[in-house]
């Protein structure tokens, strides 16, 4: 009779019921349990390796990557893991029965490859991988205080990265350019600025307590970075101890930074063209309170300082309604004031050979910023020739020259003149002050209004021009000794020309003045100032 309380349908694994009596389900729940169709299926089998990673020497290698691929791909490692102290690693959970790829990487190591091997389940999967040493890093020539090294031959802490690593890279500094490619070099960028973006550089923390930038020398002859095309530069090396800067003297004493620029090469002559355009936008931009928020927590502070109140309930409900913007508005600061394009582009041309004799290189470059708010924008120029000839056997001749130009463009304002008193008022003026009223009249709150000085359009006009030029000589006196003489001329010219516009600023709606204390003029130590 039970059999009769229940219809079902069973076609493909799949089935429909209609249960007509509660005890029904007790019988159907068993006749589920002990069908083969619905029995639970295995777990599937999975596999392990172990393996031992160790140098020609014999000696175990740590800290080596050891990552599993699925056989010929490169994409979404299904494992990967380190070698422990003894060289030792084990990947576990790999699923068997399946063809993988494992790849071996370590430093100063040549890449390890074993394809198409089959990890099978309940197997030891052991292997056992020897590392050859890298002898081309080895045998790589290095820039060392006045002379050249091969890696394997240095005893300081020495470290030097080439052009390729980082020619690719959108960077727009030199700086930026190695910037997390050297163990224990710091760079912070304090700005996002065009054309004053460069960072600080750190080596090994802070050394000296009045200045801890490293001696910088370009082609031997100290200089500065920030003016140097990164797509120029040859090799960068840095000197990290005492004993492998030594040879500077007291300059050293936070490091050495060594850039040598490119060079040409014998052959036929090489064009190249390299260039990219990108846009740049604020990150981790505050969140501020909007008026409401912001007048209801002010009237809390001043009522626990038992100060007046400064808005009313009936104030306090306008803001919340937010219908009249001239009286209670809800101004968005920095909606309004990042509306640049952030807008980046370069263009570099460079022109490359030579004779048996004689060697010539020669760059063209163009960088253009514009800033992620109006107004600021940078444009830089550079120029770079390089000319090496061989006299005799043992006597060499060559010149370097660098032109850059470099003209950076900034907002300033009406109460201190510069562009970082705008940063500072658009990071603290609240949202319940107007920008603008109907009537085309500025709010103001404390020193004045930051999207208004915007509006002005008012600009500091900066130019800085520098010629380097290099002249080097250099004769072989005899097997490991040379004589070399580097001469440097490096001219600078700085101009910065403000042109400052004044605003007054009115009570809303009577249009009484009110605010702010005037601009105090003074000539800065280059360029001129001018208001209007």
Request: some cysteine; aromatic content about 10%.
């Amino acid at each position: 009779m039970l059999m009769e309380m229940y219809l079902f349908h069973l076609n493909n694994n799949q089935f429909t019921m209609k249960i007509k009596n509660y005890f029904n389900l007790l019988w159907f729940g068993l006749w589920l349990a002990l069908n083969p169709l619905y029995a639970q299926q295995p777990a599937r089998s999975q596999g392990q390796i172990r393996g031992l990673v160790v140098d020609s020497n014999n000696e175990a290698v740590p800290g080596a990557t050891v990552t599993l691929y699925k056989s010929g791909t490169r994409n979404n490692p299904v494992s990967a893991v380190f070698t422990n102290e003894t060289g030792s690693f084990n990947l576990v959970n790999i699923p068997a029965n399946e063809k993988y790829d494992l790849v071996v990487t370590a430093v100063s190591f040549t890449d390890y490859e074993e394809n198409g091997f089959t990890v099978r389940p309940n197997d030891n999967n052991s292997m056992s991988i020897t590392l050859k040493t890298d002898t081309k890093l080895l045998n790589e020539v290095v820039v060392v205080g006045f002379g050249t090294q091969k890696k394997a031959n240095l005893t300081g802490a020495v470290q030097s990265i080439r052009a390729d690593e980082f020619e690719n890279r959108p960077v727009t500094n030199v700086s930026s350019a190695i910037q997390g490619r050297l163990a224990g070099v710091t760079v912070i960028q304090n700005s996002g600025q065009p054309g004053k973006d460069q960072g600080s550089i750190r080596i090994r923390g802070i050394g000296t307590i009045n200045g801890s930038d490293p001696l910088v020398l370009v082609d031997g002859i100290e200089s500065s970075m920030n003016n140097v095309n990164p797509l120029d530069i040859e090799s960068v090396t840095v000197l990290k101890d005492a004993a492998s800067a030594a040879i500077y003297g007291s300059k050293a004493a936070n490091g050495v930074i060594l850039i040598t620029t490119k060079l040409g090469k014998p052959g036929k002559p090489q064009l190249s063209y390299s260039g990219y355009i990108g846009s740049q936008k604020p990150t981790a931009v505050p969140n501020y309170l909007r008026s409401f928020d912001h007048a209801t927590l002010l009237n809390e502070a001043l009522q626990n300082e038992k100060k007046p109140l400064r808005f009313t309930d009936a104030d306090l409900a306008e803001y919340k309604k937010g219908l009249d913007t001239d009286t209670h508005p809800d101004t968005d600061w920095l909606g309004g004031f990042y509306t640049g394009s952030g807008l980046q582009q370069s263009h570099n041309v460079q022109l490359s050979g030579g004779s048996a004799n004689t060697s010539y290189f020669v760059s063209l470059g163009y960088l253009n910023q514009l800033g992620v708010i109006e107004v600021a924008k940078s444009d830089r120029y550079n120029i770079r020739a390089n000319v090496n000839t061989s006299v005799t056997d043992k006597l060499d001749f060559g010149i370097g020259l660098g032109y850059v130009v470099t003209n950076t463009v900034e907002p300033t304002n009406p109460y201190t003149g510069d562009m970082a008193q705008i940063f500072r008022q658009i990071n603290r003026i609240p949202s319940f002050i107007k920008h603008k009223y109907s009537n085309g009249m500025y709010g103001f709150y404390g020193d004045g209004n930051p999207l208004a000085w915007m509006d002005l359009k008012a600009k500091d006009l900066q130019d800085n021009n520098q010629l380097y030029l290099t002249l080097t000589g250099s004769y072989q006196i005899t097997k490991g000794l040379k004589f070399k003489q580097i001469f440097g001329y490096q001219p600078r010219n700085y101009s910065s020309n403000k042109f400052v516009k004044n605003i007054q600023f009115v009570n809303f709606p009577s249009g009484t003045n009110a605010c702010c204390r005037e601009l105090t003029v003074t000539s800065p130590t280059t360029g001129t100032m001018k208001t209007g």
